[in-house]
T-cell receptor, first 110, second 121 residues
Framework: KNEVEQSPQNLTAQEGEFITINCSYSVGISALHWLQQHPGGGIVSLFM???GKKKHGRLIATINIQEKHSSLHITASHPRDSAVYIC????????????FGEGTQLTVNP | SAVISQKPSRDICQRGTSLTIQCQVD?????MFWYRQQPGQSLTLIATANQGSEATYESGFVIDKFPISRPNLTFSTLTVSNMSPEDSSIYLCSVFSPVLAGLHSGANVLTFGAGSRLTVL
C-alpha cells in the first residue's frame, strides 16, 4: 500500500463543474503539498498545508491532520485546469524529502 | 520565491552514452533535489544534493549511475550514465526557497525546474 494515495486516478468534467481530488496518507507529516503538472511536464506548486484550509483564486485546499486526509477543490472549472494534480507529503522523519501520490489526471471539456 | 533554469529541456540519446542535466537557481539554497518521472508515473526522488558534501542517494539509485555535482549554492548537475532505454524519463530538479516578501513572507515554497525529457534509443 502506498503511503500517499490519491483518488480518483482520472477525472473528466464539463466546464463549470465543481471538482474535488482527494489525498490520503498513512504517515505522520509536517506538511502536505498540492502540485499541478501540465502536459509539457512543468510542475507548479499550488499549496503547502500543515493545517486548516487555503484558498487561491478558484482553488481551495483543505487538510484534516487527525484523519490524514486532504482535498483539492476547483470551483467553476475551465479547460485550462486540465492537468495532472499531485499530492506530496513531507514526512515528520524525513526532513525536506517528499513522498508523492500517483497523481490525478483531470480533463475539463468545454 | 526562487526561479530555476533547467537544461536541456529534452534530448534524444543513444544507448551507452551519458547526458548531464543542469539546474541553475537564481538564489542560494541549501538543498537541491533530483527526481525522475517515468512515463505515466509520479515522481521518484533520486538524490538530495548538498553543497560541499556528497549527494545522498535514495534506495535503488547509485552514484556510479547518477553522479551529481553541487559546486555552489546556486547550481547542480545530474548525469545519467551509460544510458539504456529504461532511463527514458523526465528528470526534474527542485528546491525549497523562502518567500522574501508579501503575505507569505518567511514561508518556504516548493519550486521545480521545467524538466528534462530524455529519450534513449
Amino acid at each position: 500500500k502506498n503511503e500517499v494515495e490519491q483518488s480518483p486516478q482520472n477525472l473528466t468534467a464539463q466546464e463549470g463543474e465543481f471538482i474535488t481530488i482527494n489525498c490520503s496518507y498513512s504517515v505522520g507529516i509536517s506538511a502536505l503539498h498540492w502540485l499541478q503538472q501540465h502536459p509539457g511536464g512543468g510542475i507548479v506548486s499550488l499549496f503547502m498545508l500543515s493545517s486548516g484550509k487555503k484558498k487561491h483564486g478558484r482553488l481551495i485546499a483543505t487538510i484534516n491532520i487527525q484523519e490524514k486526509h486532504s482535498s483539492l477543490h476547483i470551483t467553476a472549472s475551465h479547460p485550462r485546469d486540465s492537468a495532472v494534480y499531485i499530492c506530496a507529503v513531507r514526512r515528520e522523519t524525513s526532513g525536506s524529502r517528499l513522498t508523492f501520490g500517483e497523481g490525478t489526471q483531470l480533463t475539463v471539456n468545454p | 520565491s526562487a526561479v530555476i533554469s533547467q537544461k536541456p529541456s529534452r534530448d534524444i540519446c543513444q544507448r551507452g552514452t551519458s547526458l548531464t542535466i543542469q539546474c541553475q537557481v537564481d538564489s542560494q539554497v541549501t538543498m537541491m533535489f533530483w527526481y525522475r518521472q517515468q512515463p505515466g508515473q509520479s515522481l521518484t526522488l533520486i538524490a538530495t544534493a548538498n553543497q560541499g558534501s556528497e549527494a545522498t542517494y535514495e534506495s535503488g539509485f547509485v552514484i556510479d549511475k547518477f553522479p551529481i555535482s553541487r559546486p555552489n549554492l546556486t547550481f547542480s548537475t545530474l548525469t545519467v550514465s551509460n544510458m539504456s532505454p529504461e532511463d527514458s524519463s523526465i528528470y526534474l530538479c527542485s528546491v525549497f526557497s523562502p518567500v522574501l516578501a508579501g503575505l507569505h513572507s518567511g514561508a518556504n515554497v516548493l519550486t521545480f525546474g521545467a524538466g528534462s525529457r530524455l529519450t534513449v534509443l
